[in-house]
């Protein structure tokens, strides 16, 4: 059984750059979440995907965006890229209402912007 | 406000020389403390949950207990495999997960 997907595994965007990053949930997950994980720092929540809407949001500016697709899979988009976005961005996945197991995070993806 | 602190930053054991991370967390209405390990450059790797004071789970070398305001992830005659970054964290509000920076140990044959 898969878990959770995630594509590419690294890049490197210039400055001013956007960027779109993948996400395949995790087999009967529905809801997927985006983190953003700078070096030496916990993950930070970005936004919660459900239903194809984004259900919650954390304190990130507007040049986050995200999709989520009928079949479950995620997109993040960020635009205008700077170089503080540099970090690792995680996708988890879970049932809406999350259970005992809580999430399944995928190995992210590292970003570097120069 | 919401919030996870982890101790210590990083910690370096001995092979076999058994020791406790600290997650102190400041929530209301705790729904769930989570532990993960993390590896370098890999995503959070699930461990525990926990869900109401006194509880505890093992899982081979690890244990988590959970009291009111902490949790402590107890490791047992540590080994070198079990190097790697610690993380709890806890549903808060409308944030599915709000993480503690992480506890880096580093297990010395």
């Known amino acids: 059984d898969a878990g959770v997907t995630q594509s590419p595994t690294h890049l490197i965007k210039t400055r001013g750059q956007q960027v779109t990053l993948r996400c395949s949930p995790k087999?009967?997950?529905?809801?997927v979440s985006w983190y953003q994980q700078a070096l030496g720092q916990g993950p930070q929540f970005i936004f919660q995907y459900y239903e194809e809407e984004e259900r919650q949001r954390g304190n990130f500016p507007d040049r986050f965006s995200g999709h989520q697709f009928p079949n479950y899979s995620s997109e993040l988009n960020v635009n205008a890229l700077l170089l503080g976005d540099s970090a690792l961005y995680l996708c988890?996945?879970?049932?809406?209402?999350?259970?005992?197991?809580?999430?399944?995070f995928g190995s992210g993806t590292r970003l570097t912007v120069v | 406000e919401d919030q996870v602190t982890q101790s210590p930053e990083a910690l370096r054991l001995q092979e076999g020389e058994s020791s406790s991370l600290n997650c102190s967390y400041t929530?209301?209405?705790?729904?769930?403390l989570f532990w993960y390990r993390q590896d370098p450059g890999k995503g959070p790797e699930f461990l525990f949950t926990?869900?109401?004071a006194g509880e505890e789970k093992e899982k081979e070398r690890l244990k988590a207990t959970l009291t009111k305001k902490e949790s402590f992830l107890h490791i047992t005659a540590p080994k070198p495999e079990d190097s790697a970054t610690y993380l709890c964290?806890?549903?808060?509000?409308?944030?599915?997960?709000?993480f503690g920076k992480g506890t880096r140990l580093s297990v010395i044959a």
């Open positions: 087999s009967g997950h529905d809801t």
């Open positions: 926990l869900y109401s």
């Open positions: 988890a996945s879970s049932p809406w209402v999350t259970g005992e197991y809580g999430y399944t």
């Open positions: 929530v209301s209405g705790l729904r769930g």
């Open positions: 964290a806890v549903p808060a509000g409308n944030t599915p997960l709000v």
